[in-house]
């Protein structure tokens, strides 16, 4: 089973237990927990039906003639692609979610958010050079 499935039948069987209503024009969701597990829902959907080659175009007619005459039209290529598939699928793994957002919660207690984020970026680095050295 997908994590993008295994993510939608979790909101599923929340929303069913909570309580969902059709009023209003769309869903009534009475906790705030399964109101933003909903919303996230959606807007994953969304981001992945997003057409992705639109994030490389520019108004031409917007930049001055300088910088017009270097600018240099890039394109989506198959690193990027796999990019953007590895951080939808890292998005739903709902366990890895809960456990940073409880230890940024803990350490928030001693750090500042941005040495939080420091260390959780290099702990990243150093996991993905060590990933690189087994790879080859």
Known sequence: MSAGLE????????????????????????????????????????????????MYEVDELALTDEVR???????????????????FEQSEWLVTQVWHSIAKAFLGLFMTQTSINGKERSATEHRDLRNLKEGM
């Open 69 to 87: 005459s270097k600018f240099l039209p890039l394109f989506m290529d198959e690193d990027t692609h796999q990019f953007l598939n590895n951080c």
């Open 7 to 54: 993510w939608r039948i979790v909101v599923c069987v929340l929303a069913a237990a909570i309580g969902m209503s059709e009023a209003r024009g769309g869903p009534y969701l009475r906790s705030n927990l399964a109101r933003a597990m909903y919303n996230r829902m959606l807007a994953d959907e969304r981001l992945r039906n997003m057409n992705m080659s639109k």
